[in-house]
């Protein structure tokens, strides 16, 4: 089992496409708007009439589009993300990462089922209530036995769960070979894959977002809070 | 591998640069034993992040001090586990390259070599930084200007390039620029003290350089140059640049004879000298300065009254006197300065000293 997860980790990384790069217009594109939440930001480091005149600059450009990687695509609805190559190719890499995951799983399920199924493998050395009996004997089909008895089955589950710090141990910490984990990672980037927002949208609110900053400066009065923190 | 080599510090002095590389043969032999084959590398290498920052560092020191072999070796391994087309690795070679080119026909064709890399990938940024790099050490700064303002276009958020920026414009003696540019910085990182140390000392400059015969703007620039070395102190206590511009900004009495410093090497703070004081006599002249200098439609701040900037004196010259005396005296605690900064800081306490007695 420990090899197993050990194999998928490995398949994890062969499979794993690396990043696609992006070209100069988009990382402009990207950078501008992060300057602009910048400004956003840490304006009160720059004086008054320099805010203004970014403001005022960052805001016609905005409007204007002047940062868009490409300025035809503009005011058009989005394609469908089917037919983008690109988002294609992201879906594969989805799909490929949940085939490493699914290929092994169902193997050995199969193996367990087809070997182990229907009797139990060992004896706990405690007693325990019969609330476990769901928990400790799947796939044994008999009422009286003792909760003590662990079906094979059940304790494959047990230590699939309980092989994460081993795994941490063998491949590091960062790892992908429990399935828990895979798991969890793919609920959070299921958010993150719907449709990807218009920059030309973002770029209209942040501008909405830098008109109504109202101005302040930091060194107002800094020399008076020098001196009281200092004397 | 040491620490200093991990991490050093931003900007290496040249004797740490040189106990770096002396370490140089130690770690390079180490490494290089005898490695098992292929199957069981896999289990006995232990491979760290830090092994590689290290090499780096270790490579940049020893081009720094000529040892050139070593720095050799150094990129050979970097090549090897990252491979050929590795941008950071391409930024080191061409370093590699450019420190032991020749003449300045071996500087050009490496020039040549940067442009063709960056037809094939314009987002390739070590190498376009590299490539303002060796522009500059050409001795062509305007062009360097066009390239860096270029990759700014593209990327904006390069705290690094705009400080560059800021000084390529400095050697130029365009400060309005070199202002923008420091201005952009503090946007990326508002609270880099040695950044606003930095741009107070600017706009000293730039004030007294421009400015010298119309008394409003003079003063605008000085009170402003003054507040940023006042923000740096109280983003970073003991920051000694942040003192001695505070100290340099209270005005002399004669005030219109120290404009020849101004032409001396920008990066010592010695043209610095007397912003403060400048400001005092400035203000001193104007009888009514508050209502006159502050103009409310852009929102500039009144300049702060006599008493303000003589206790900020006061207290620049104690500070000073402080950090110089306990630095001397080899304190734990006070030994991180640039020794050259507290010279100078000395000799300007000393300046002051000899005014008194007169």
Known sequence: ?231 | MAAELINPPPSVPPALALRMSQQAPRILQQSSGPSLPYPLSLLTASEAPETWIGYENLMLACLRTGDDRSARICLEKLTQRFGEDNERVMALRGMYHEAVAEDYKALESIFRGYEEVLKKDPTNMPIRKRRVALLKAMNRPIDATTALVGLLDASPTDAEAWAELADLYLTQNLYAQAIFSLEEVLLITPNAWNIHARMGEILYLSSLATNSNNDGNLMRGLCESMRRFCRSIELCDNYLRGYYGLKLVRPLAHFHSPQQPLSTNTSTNNPLKQTTKHLLSLLSKTSKPAPAAADPQFGDLAPPSLATIERLHELATAKLAEIVRRNAAGESGWDGYDQAEVIAAGELLGRDAQKIER
Do not use: C
Not at chain 1, 2 to 29: C, D, E, F, N, W
Not at chain 1, 37 to 63: D, E, G, P, W
Not at chain 1, 201 to 219: G, M, P, Q, R, T
């Open chain 1, 1 to 231: 089992m420990i090899l197993t997860g050990i194999l998928r980790h490995y398949a994890m990384i062969l499979l794993q496409s690396a990043p696609k790069k992006q070209t100069l217009p988009q990382v402009r594109q990207q950078r501008s708007l992060m300057r602009a939440i910048n400004l956003r930001n840490n304006f009160n480091v720059i004086s008054a009439s320099s805010f203004q005149n970014r403001k005022a600059f960052m805001v016609q450009a905005f409007k204007d589009g002047a940062f868009l990687a490409d300025p035809e695509a503009r005011g058009k609805p989005r394609p469908n993300p089917m037919t983008d190559p690109a988002m294609m190719e992201g879906m594969m890499g989805m799909m490929k990462g949940n085939v490493a995951m699914m290929v092994p799983q169902t193997l050995i399920m199969g193996w367990i089922n087809a070997f182990f199924s229907g009797f139990v493998i060992m004896k706990l050395p405690f007693p325990l209530t019969p609330q476990f009996k769901s928990m400790l004997q799947s796939g044994v089909g008999t009422r009286d036995l003792d909760v003590r008895w662990v079906s094979s089955l059940s304790w494959y589950f047990l230590t699939l769960f309980g092989l994460q710090p081993v795994y941490n141990f063998i491949l590091g910490s960062n790892n992908a070979a429990s399935q828990v984990t895979q798991q969890m990672a793919q609920m959070n980037q299921m958010p993150g894959m719907g449709p990807e927002q218009d920059p030309d949208k973002l770029f209209l609110s942040e501008a909405e977002n830098l008109e109504v900053i109202e101005h302040y400066w930091i060194l107002d009065g800094v020399e008076d809070r020098l001196l009281a923190k200092l004397t």
